[in-house]
């Protein structure tokens, strides 16, 4: 096994520190690996089973239908010293904070015509607070200036995973090295994670367990993990036993070969699968609900946007023409949340990531800050790679 680290931006004296790590073995020494670093940087510790049959059926599950996760659960165990067979700890989740975001994502198909490349555009938009800053600030409580917290989004990380036995893939995580908001695999395979219906959202619920099953953020390292195409993920997804530990989310998926589609399910759990037939703007309001093109709503202070951001980058898509990158970047810098659009809430677009699934690459610059006049500062923008050398 073999672990490497780099610094990719911010520091001490900004808002957020991302390092990339690398981290190359069998699945079970990725599993090892990561959960060491959840425990250092969040201070993970597995959560105990309040359910013996629920965790034993959990194990099961994996073990039949996620091989992959299994096995970098062995390595979990094998990091805390427990035994993953006695279904006493849950060893799948290495998290420290909530889950859940805003965010914008725009495709574009690739153009044989003009040598276009197939680019997938995301903005992560989520809280600048702590956990229990935010839970005061909904609550309408005053905040005490004694907080000492960290805020929720302050060490996210890129990890690119390379394993003996498996695709490998690059990805983006807030919080939960088990799982993540958005990557790529070396197959161009690239997923990303938006909320579903902001207007109706709801906070994490502390008193949820983990289910049989994938949850909302583990659901994109399945995909990685098992697919190359998007046939490959529509039958994943749609086959998979999954469930939401937070917010209902909402995910875009697109190939290689140009392909793209929304998955995401109705209040009552009936699946969607909207494919794209062009261009394909997603931001918080259920697609199957408003699909493109369809006259939109007004936005309310609950919405987040959702409705003015899918106008604005339906506008940047225009004539369905490729996109370029540069008019890619230009139309989500153009819809995130600074300090002036934040609707009251304390809310940034803490990154922007750019996918370029005919490179199977994903570039991504971070939020360090405001500057003096109140405008976001962002870290130089970085490239990767899951394409093993």
């Given at each position: ?6 610094r ?11 390092d ?18 959840a ?45 993953l ?34 680019l ?27 907080l ?10 890129l ?7 498996g ?9 939960d ?60 997804m ?12 909402h ?18 759990f ?62 989500l ?19 922007r ?20 006049d ?16």
């Amino acid at each position: 096994m073999t672990v490497n680290r780099r610094r990719v931006a911010g520091g001490d004296d900004t808002f957020m520190t991302v390092d990339h790590l690398t981290v190359s073995g069998s699945q079970q020494e990725i599993g090892r690996a990561l959960a060491a670093e959840a425990a250092t940087a969040y201070g993970w510790q597995p959560m105990p089973v309040q359910n013996r049959d629920i965790g034993r059926a959990r194990r099961a599950w994996f073990q039949s239908h996620w091989p992959e996760h299994h096995e970098r659960m062995v390595g979990a165990a094998q990091f805390v010293g427990a035994d993953l067979a006695a279904d006493e700890v849950h060893l799948d989740g290495w998290a420290g904070i909530p889950q859940g975001s805003g965010c914008s994502v725009l495709w574009s198909p690739p153009d044989p015509a003009t040598g276009e490349h197939g680019l997938a555009g995301r903005n992560y938009d989520f809280f600048t607070t702590s956990a229990t800053e935010l839970a005061m600030l909904l609550a309408g409580a005053p905040v005490p200036e004694s907080l000492d917290e960290a805020p929720m989004s302050s060490r996210p990380y890129l990890i690119t995973c390379l394993p003996d036995d498996g695709l490998a893939s690059s990805f983006i995580t807030m919080n939960d090295l088990s799982g993540c908001m958005d990557g790529i695999n070396e197959a161009g395979l690239m997923i990303t994670l938006l909320i579903a219906d902001a207007e109706n959202a709801t906070g994490p619920d502390e008193a949820l367990q983990p289910q049989v099953g994938v949850e909302s953020t583990q659901l994109l390292r399945y995909v990685l993990d098992r697919c190359t195409t998007v046939e490959e993920a529509k039958a994943a997804m749609l086959g998979a036993k999954s469930y939401d530990l937070g917010p209902g989310l909402h995910y875009l998926v697109a190939d290689a070969d140009g392909r793209a589609f929304v998955w995401e399910r109705s209040q009552h759990f009936q699946e969607h699968v909207i494919d794209a037939d062009g261009a394909m703007c997603v931001t918080n309001h259920p697609l199957h609900r408003h699909p493109m093109g369809s006259p939109l709503p007004q936005d309310n202070p609950e919405t987040m946007r959702t409705y003015a951001r899918s106008t604005a980058l339906q506008q940047h898509a225009g004539d369905d023409r490729a996109m370029t990158p540069e008019r890619m970047r230009a139309g989500l810098d153009d819809v995130r949340f600074t300090a002036d659009n934040g609707d009251g809430y304390p809310i940034r677009t803490l990154w922007r990531t750019v996918f370029d699934v005919t490179a199977k690459t994903m570039s991504v610059h971070f939020y360090l800050g405001d500057d003096a006049d109140g405008q976001p500062r962002y870290s130089p923008e970085l490239t990767v790679s899951a394409v093993r050398d």
